[in-house]
């Protein structure tokens, strides 16, 4: 089994910062993307950031210049540092690890709990 357990979540003040962590565990032999995706009440989930295995990102247009992802792949854990906060990201963050097993066949898509980042005055 593949457990991913998320932190850091939290309320801030808009203009501060945010550090989330999401370290997975298990029956892991190889992770290939690790992400983070949000979701606002009433709102679809969307993906905020993304790192793969050799280090490439990507980030939704609205956090590239405030956000960063990294990656330490001995640990298994993804970062979100999270700057110059606006209420607009307030959400529910979750993580997301794409995996593959021992004796798995493909990779699978594993989701964290969530976390909840709150950014109001």
């Known amino acids: 089994q593949v457990q991913l357990v998320e932190s850091g979540g939290g309320l801030v003040q808009p203009g501060g910062s945010l550090r989330l962590s999401c370290a997975a565990s298990?029956?892991?032999?190889?992770?290939?993307?690790m992400g983070w995706y949000r979701q606002a009440p009433g709102k679809q989930r969307e993906l905020v950031a993304i790192?793969?295995?050799?280090?490439?990102?990507n980030y939704l247009g609205s956090v590239k210049d405030r956000f960063t992802i990294s990656r330490d792949n001995a640990k298994n854990t993804v970062y979100l540092q999270m700057n110059s906060l606006k209420p607009e990201d307030t959400a529910v963050y979750y993580c997301l690890a794409n995996i593959r097993s021992f004796k798995g066949w493909d990779n699978k898509d594993y989701w964290g709990q969530g976390t909840q980042v709150t950014v109001s005055s």
């Open positions: 298990g029956n892991i032999f190889n992770i290939n993307a």
């Open positions: 790192v793969l295995s050799g280090g490439s990102t």
